[in-house]
């Protein structure tokens, strides 16, 4: 193994891999991921191929909301490791190229958090709960929340405090669970604490942070309700968060062009043209790209949103972070296995609807698709993330048991959404019976979520070097990537096929891309070059349908 020469800005076309701790390897067999696990699998992840690792909260977290419920911002979960395994984590890590991002989640933390129980313990008006953002009820003693904004996983964003003697107190703001209030970021020693959490991460050699809920940190000085805009719409982008970034940007650029940090932002505005807004070349050097996440398997939709991202995003100079799978979106296989929608209960956001869609699926069709997807990602210029499992082709967990959920959003939803821990199943890595490999054999617990027992057929195991498995193909196309496209060339040309609306193709270089979104096969021109790479076998010379290629011209 040889260390990476630091490469400029090398997160402008970085593929970076999400590794959801919890779920991703237990090293100490208690049926929960932990660092030891990720360190064992560095070097799987290195032959792989990518170029960095994003890490899901992994501080000490009542786990509320899986580690988005801070409680202390620099230290590490005890079930998942200490600092020192941190530590030997990002030095293992370093040594095979790989740069490790974390996540900072500014806009809350924990209801344990130090700082929130001593809002609670101190009286209204005090300087600690001025870190949150406390008010009186309405109606007459209070018993109504102070505005209507809404917990996006259901109910109402305040819960009402009861006071040292018993009786009902204020309320407190919170956007998500009610054990994760909302910090004031008016209030100055907010943005102090978190500079400081940064540069205790920065000093210690992380590469950069994913920045959860970055629309939101501000919120409308009156605190209006919302009405006839978009929902909460007071809550979020509100204009003081551009300073934030403006300060976090430079902190991070202080630690010079050799450390070459990045900032990644978790930014979900209603428009691409809101989203640009916070990669000005001053503030986010990236923000993800959902917009091309929430598109359905359609050609004409894939290319309207790639060419969103080229206009709006492309044309300012920043580079475009691609995605398709989160942790908090169902698994790109299964979005595009769904053959027919099933109807959206009511009170499901919209774009709920769309990033976790139900129905009647097939899964073949959907590893098809995804496959494909994953090659035009790509062949695209810009950054890619790749959420873990998305290489071995894994469909989502669709039918849990009830009462192993454990997402609050299922709770909070009055069990409307089921949420999101069907893409969290631990990872299955072997066939074996117990954990699929996840847990060392002699483990004296069962995964935290149950895995099913269909999880043997997509086994990493059994999957390396099979020349027709998923994981191959990632390889190969991680590899190819490479080796075919100049980084530096950041332009696409879209090559026109007016007969076949459901093919797109476009070339970047000598490469041409083509996506074949319909079911008849397609037969690329000879001028377009040979067959680099294509996600199912093509058969005389013809791509067939739901299949991706590159080929390259001499
Ligand atoms: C976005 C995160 O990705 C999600 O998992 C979390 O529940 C919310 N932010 C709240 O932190
Ligand atoms: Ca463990």
Known sequence: MTPQQPAAQWWRSAVVYQVY??????????GIGDLAGLRSKLDYLADLGVDGIWLNPCYPSPQAD???????????????????????????????????????????CSDQHPWFQAALAAAPG?????????????????????????????GPAWTRTTDADGRPGQWYLHF??????????????????????????????????????????????????????????????????????????????????????????????????ALAAYLRADELPQAFFFDLLLQNWDAGNFRASIDRAFAEIGATGATITWTLSNHDV????????????????????????????????????????????????LALPGAQFLYQGEEIGLPEVLDLPDDAR?????????????????????????????????????????????????????????????????HTLYREALRARKALFDPGDDAIVWLDLPDRADVLAFRRGDVACV?????????????????????REPEAGRLPGETAAWLRRP
């Open 176 to 273: 998500f669970d009610a054990a994760q209030p909302d910090f004031n970021w008016r209030d100055p020693e907010v943005p102090a604490m978190f500079e400081k959490v940064l540069r205790f991460w920065f000093d210690r050699g992380v590469d950069g942070f994913r920045i959860d809920v970055a629309h939101g940190l501000y919120k409308h000085p009156e605190l209006p309700d919302w009405s006839g805009g978009h929902f909460n719409e007071h809550g979020f982008d509100q204009p003081e968060v551009h300073d934030v970034y403006r300060s976090w940007r430079a902190i991070a650029d202080s630690y010079g062009p050799e450390r070459d940090i990045t900032l990644v932002g978790e930014v979900w505005v209603p428009t691409v043209t």
């Open 406 to 470: 454990q997402d609050p959003t299922w709770r909070r939803s009055g069990r409307v959404d089921p949420g999101r821990d069907g893409c969290r199943v631990p990872l299955p890595w072997t066939s074996e019976p117990g954990s699929f490999g996840f847990s060392p054999a002699d483990a004296t617990a069962k995964p935290w979520l149950p895995q099913p027992d269909w999880f043997a057929d997509y086994a990493v195991a059994d999957q390396l070097g099979d020349p027709s498995s998923t």
């Open 66 to 108: 899986h580690g988005y419920d801070v409680a202390d911002y620099t230290g590490i979960e005890p079930d998942y490791g200490d600092l020192a395994a941190f530590d030997a984590l990002v030095a293992d890590a370093r040594a095979r190229g790989i740069k490790v991002l974390m996540d900072l989640v500014p806009n809350h």
């Open 515 to 535: 996506v074949v979104f319909g079911a008849e096969p397609f037969a690329p021109p000879a001028e377009w070059g040979a067959i680099e790479l294509a996600s």
């Open 330 to 377: 169902h698994r790109a296989v299964s979005r595009y296995a769904v053959t027919r929608l099933a109807e959206v209960p009511e009170g499901i956001d919209p774009q709920v609807a769309r990033s976790r869609p139900r129905g009647e699926t097939d899964v073949a069709r959907g590893v098809r698709r995804a496959r494909a997807a994953a090659l035009l990602l």
């Open 126 to 154: 005090s300087p600690e709960r001025s870190r949150f953002v406390f008010r009186d009820g309405r109606g007459a003693d209070g018993e109504l929340p102070p505005n209507n904004w809404q917990s996006m996983f259901g």
């Open 21 to 30: 701790v919890r779920s991703f390897a237990d090293g100490n067999g208690d």
